[in-house]
C-alpha cells in the first residue's frame, strides 16, 4: 500500500511539475506573442501615422492649387470687370461730352464763336494760296461770314449751307479747294474726335 501511495504521489508530483512547465510555457508563448503583437502593432501605426500624414500634405497640396486657380480665376474676372466698369465710364463720359458741345453749337455760344473762329483761321492757314469755299450748318452762315470778314481771311472766298451738297455736320466747316476736289475738314466732330484720346488718357490716369 505504501508503495502505491508513493507511486501515486510521484505521479501527482510530475503531472504537477508538467502542468507547471506547460503552463510556464505557455505564459512565455503567450507574452512572446503579446511582445510581437505589440511590435507590430508599433510598426502599423507608425507606417498609418506616416501615410496619414503623407496624405495631409497632399490634401494640404492639391487644396492650396485650387485656392491659388481660385484666386487666378477671381483676378481674371475682377480685371475683366474693371477694364468693362471703364469703357462704361469712358462710353459714358463720351457721350456727355458730346451732348454738351451738341448744347454748345445749338445755341451758338461764346465757346463756340471761338471754336469756329480758330476752325476758319486754321483752315485758311491750311489753304494757304488756295481758294476755298466754306460749307457750314445753315444757321452757321452768317457766323462764318462774320469771322472771315473781321479776320481778314481772304482766301476763304464763299460761304455756303453744306446742305447744298447734301451733307450734313453738328457744326464748325467743312472747305472744299475751287481749283480742284481737295477737303479741309474743321467740322464740329473731326475736332471732338481729336480731343478724345487726351482726355480719355488723363480720365484713365485717375482710374488707375
Known amino acids: 500500500m505504501p508503495e502505491r501511495v508513493k507511486v501515486v504521489g510521484d505521479v501527482k508530483n510530475l503531472s ?5 512547465d506547460a503552463s510556464k510555457k505557455i505564459n512565455e508563448a503567450v507574452n512572446e506573442a503579446l511582445k510581437e503583437a505589440e511590435k507590430l502593432l508599433t510598426e502599423k501605426r ?3 501615422l506616416e501615410r496619414v500624414e503623407v496624405d495631409v500634405d497632399k ?17 481674371m474676372e475682377k480685371k475683366r470687370r474693371i477694364e468693362q466698369e471703364k ?23 461764346e465757346r463756340y464763336k471761338k471754336f469756329m473762329e480758330k476752325a476758319l483761321t486754321s483752315m485758311s492757314k491750311e489753304a494757304g494760296e488756295d481758294e476755298v469755299i466754306v460749307y457750314v450748318r445753315g444757321k452757321d452762315v452768317e457766323l462764318a461770314k462774320s469771322i472771315i470778314e473781321s479776320k481778314n481771311l481772304k482766301n476763304l472766298v464763299e460761304v455756303r449751307d453744306i446742305k447744298e451738297i447734301g451733307k450734313e455736320i453738328k457744326g464748325g466747316a467743312l472747305g472744299k479747294s ?5 477737303w479741309y475738314n474743321y467740322t464740329l466732330e473731326k475736332a471732338f474726335e481729336e480731343v478724345l484720346p487726351e482726355a480719355y488718357t488723363k480720365i484713365l490716369a485717375l482710374l488707375a
Do not use: C, H, P, T
Not at 469712358?90 to 445749338?106: P, S
Open 16 to 20: 504537477s511539475r508538467m502542468m507547471d
Open 46 to 48: 507608425e507606417e498609418l
Open 59 to 75: 490634401i494640404l497640396d492639391e487644396a492650396e492649387a485650387l485656392l491659388n486657380s481660385e484666386k487666378a480665376a477671381l483676378e
Open 87 to 109: 469703357k462704361r465710364f469712358l462710353d459714358e463720359v463720351r457721350e456727355l461730352a458730346w451732348r454738351k458741345v451738341l448744347e454748345e453749337a445749338e445755341k451758338q455760344s
Open 178 to 182: 475751287k481749283a480742284g476736289n481737295v
